[in-house]
């Protein structure tokens, strides 16, 4: 089990940029794959981005694709993500999630078993 709080959530333009941490208690963070996910309003949770365990295999939800970059520091226990060219549909709820350790993170929420507060992502037009 690891406790994760996400920060770095906030109010932009279009075109901006933020960077989101997740950062995690607990020594078995290292174990974990990662994932980010979002909620917009009225929509139900999707996937956004993972990362596995080491950092060696990233996965996207195409929408995101050469614009959101997802990384870890296993040093810090911390997952971050990097959200440049943001647009209005970006606007959601962004969630941390930590779960599995297979070589290819799952973009499935349904493999995840910790989850933080969410942290809320504002893209103006």
């Known amino acids: 089990q690891v406790q994760l709080a996400e920060s770095g959530g906030g109010l932009v333009q279009a075109g901006g940029s933020l960077r989101l941490s997740c950062s995690a208690s607990?020594?078995?963070?290292?174990?974990?794959?990662m994932g980010w996910f979002r909620r917009a309003p009225g929509k139900e949770r999707e996937f956004v981005a993972a990362?596995?365990?080491?950092?060696?295999?990233?996965r996207y939800v195409d929408s995101v694709k050469g614009r959101f970059t997802i990384s870890r520091d296993n040093s810090k226990n911390t997952v971050y993500l990097q959200m440049n060219s943001l647009k209005p549909e970006d606007t959601a709820v962004y969630y941390c999630?930590?779960?599995?350790?297979?070589?290819?993170?799952?973009?499935?929420?349904?493999?995840?078993?910790?989850w933080g507060q969410g942290t809320q992502v504002t893209v103006s037009a």
């Open positions: 990362i596995n365990w080491y950092g060696g295999s990233k």
């Open positions: 999630a930590a779960g599995g350790s297979r070589t290819l993170p799952s973009p499935s929420q349904y493999d995840y078993g910790n």
């Open positions: 607990g020594s078995t963070f290292r174990m974990y794959n």
